[in-house]
């Protein structure tokens, strides 16, 4: 599952990545899942601003029936994070279940990739650009607050 992201189409999308971690770093582990799924989000975000011809599969580093999963399963996959009572919860085994590389999400169906959070980020991102397009790019990757954008962007899957 990881050796697939070693092939040239993702050399660019993998330097930008390691210069978006390193003016942008993730949270500490033991932070609540939902700071490092928005964390994640604003990562792949800016991934998808400075690299805009570049396709999600690449971005995201899914297959292509790994991204349709997730396109195709958005409100399960959150309905998973809210039943389950997960978004609050800061304990880094479990977060990694959701944030880590792997070749599935432990709990989800068949088809889903690792790194699920990823996905979830970007969505929860794109919505709160979406509610507040006066925010530049520099403003939300220096914004902080996570918890905040994630209350400001009010994604409620359909």
């Not at 660019?12 to 500490?28: K, R, V």
């Not at 709990?107 to 970007?122: A, N, Q, T």
């Amino acid at each position: 599952y990881m050796v697939r992201r070693f092939s040239p189409e993702y050399i660019t999308t993998n330097c930008m990545q390691a210069l978006a971690q390193q003016h942008y770093p993730m949270p500490a582990p033991g932070t609540k899942l939902v700071d490092q799924i928005i964390a994640a989000g604003k990562q792949q975000y800016f991934l998808e601003q400075v690299l805009p011809e570049t396709p999600d599969t690449i971005r995201l580093g899914y297959t292509k029936d790994q991204l349709q999963f997730c396109i195709d399963n958005e409100r399960m996959i959150w309905q998973y994070f809210i039943q389950n009572e997960l978004l609050y919860k800061t304990d880094w085994q479990e977060s990694m279940h959701f944030m880590g590389d792997g070749p599935a999400t432990q709990g989800m169906p068949e088809g889903s990739p690792g790194r699920i959070g990823y996905f979830v980020g970007l969505q929860i991102i794109r919505k709160y650009m979406e509610r507040h397009p006066e925010v530049t790019l520099q403003q939300l990757m220096e914004t902080k607050d996570l918890t905040r954008i994630f209350n400001e962007a009010k994604y409620r899957r359909r």
